[in-house]
C-alpha cells in the first residue's frame, strides 16, 4: 500500500502500519468470527458448484438454527 508511506515512521512503512490496528490485539475473536464465516460460506459454495438446491437447503438449515446452537452444533448439521 504505497498511500501508507507518508508516515514518515521507519517502523511503519517497512511493512507494519498492520500494527496499528489495535483491534487484532484487544478483540482476537472478531477476527476468528470473520474467519469461520468465511469458511463457512466457502463450503456452501462448493456444494452449490455441485448441487444450487443442496446448498440452499443446507443454508437454511444453518439460518433456521441460528441463534439457538452453537457453532459446532450449525456446522454438524
Known amino acids: 500500500m ?5 508516515y514518515r515512521n521507519p517502523y511503519l512503512e517497512r ?5 496499528r490496528q489495535t ?3 484487544t478483540l ?3 477476527y476468528i468470527d470473520y474467519a469461520l ?4 460460506a466457502l463450503q456452501i459454495r462448493t456444494i452449490a ?3 444450487s438446491n443442496e ?3 443446507v443454508y437454511m438449515k444453518i ?6 446452537l452453537s457453532f459446532l452444533d450449525l456446522v454438524n448439521l
Open 23 to 25: 483491534h487484532l490485539f
Open 49 to 51: 458448484q455441485k448441487n
Open 63 to 68: 439460518a433456521d438454527e441460528g441463534g439457538n
Open 2 to 6: 504505497p498511500y501508507k508511506s507518508s
Open 28 to 30: 482476537l475473536f472478531y
Open 55 to 57: 446448498a440452499w437447503s
Open 15 to 19: 511493512g507494519n502500519f498492520w500494527h
Open 37 to 40: 464465516a468465511q469458511i463457512s
